[in-house]
């Protein structure tokens, strides 16, 4: 079955750091990359997504490559913020046909602190 | 701007209790998602439903149940309440195809005592 693995939290940066988190996966098929964003004490909200091998989804400074060569979408940023402190997931759906309806897998979540 | 919502922030319930969570969504979605997020496990996806009266088991089902009598409404339910059904439930909502994102209510934290 599908799977993803990030890399292992929390993650502690001062102000300006360049950051990254990695995240890998397993799938069957071409599946669509993401990744989600949870800021404190709120649901979570789609920071980036790609589609297909080679596309690089970008927002808010954050970017992403989808590299099917390597199975990976690892996420980074050149210079962190303190308000990027939140939690991070990588996610993707299957491409099954019409079966998968878009059903995610998440990976475990990267805890990220940005210090002044 | 789509608005997922739901029912409530926290609550708290007594071992044996039937609980209902609510969620509804504003934006005509055919896809609903009810997930429990886990420090260390990430979202686990419980059950969805892809259009009304539907709905299909996710990777944990045991222990829940859903209905969707409206397409706006999705309601998960714990028919006896556990301890280890302490967690935090989200709620999700998506357009049918398969590259659509999902959007993401707030959250209810769930305690079982």
């Known amino acids: 079955g599908n799977s993803v693995t990030q890399m292992e939290g929390p993650v502690t940066l001062s102000e300006e750091a360049f950051l990254t988190i990695n995240c890998t996966y397993t799938?069957?098929?071409?599946?669509?990359l993401f990744w989600y964003v949870q800021y404190p004490g709120e649901g979570l909200q789609l920071l980036l997504k790609?589609?297909?091998?080679?596309d690089k989804g970008s927002n808010k400074g954050f970017e992403a490559t989808y590299r099917k060569e390597t199975t990976s979408f690892h996420l980074e940023k050149g210079s962190v913020q303190v308000s990027d402190s939140a939690v991070y997931f990588c996610?993707?759906?299957?491409?099954?046909?019409?079966?998968?309806?878009?059903?995610?897998?998440f990976g475990q979540g990267t805890i990220l602190t940005v210090h002044p | 701007d789509v608005k997922v919502t739901q029912s409530s922030r926290y609550l708290v319930k007594r071992t044996g209790e039937k609980v209902f969570l609510e969620c509804v969504q504003d934006?005509?979605?055919?896809?609903m998602f009810w997930y429990r997020q886990d420090p260390g496990l990430g979202l686990r996806l419980i059950y969805f439903?892809?259009?009304?009266?539907?709905?299909e088991k996710g990777d944990i089902p045991e222990g829940y149940s859903v209905s969707r009598e409206k397409k706006e409404r999705f309601s998960l339910i714990l028919e006896s309440a556990s301890t280890n059904q302490t967690s935090m439930y989200l709620c999700?909502?998506?357009?049918?195809?398969?590259?659509?994102?999902?959007?993401f209510g707030p959250g209810t934290r769930l305690t079982v005592l």
């Open positions: 999700a909502s998506s357009l049918l195809a398969v590259y659509n994102e999902q959007f």
């Open positions: 799938a069957t098929g071409y599946p669509s």
């Open positions: 790609a589609t297909k091998a080679d």
């Open positions: 996610a993707l759906t299957g491409n099954a046909g019409g079966t998968s309806y878009g059903k995610l897998t």
């Open positions: 934006m005509d979605h055919e896809n």
């Open positions: 439903s892809y259009d009304v009266k539907m709905k």
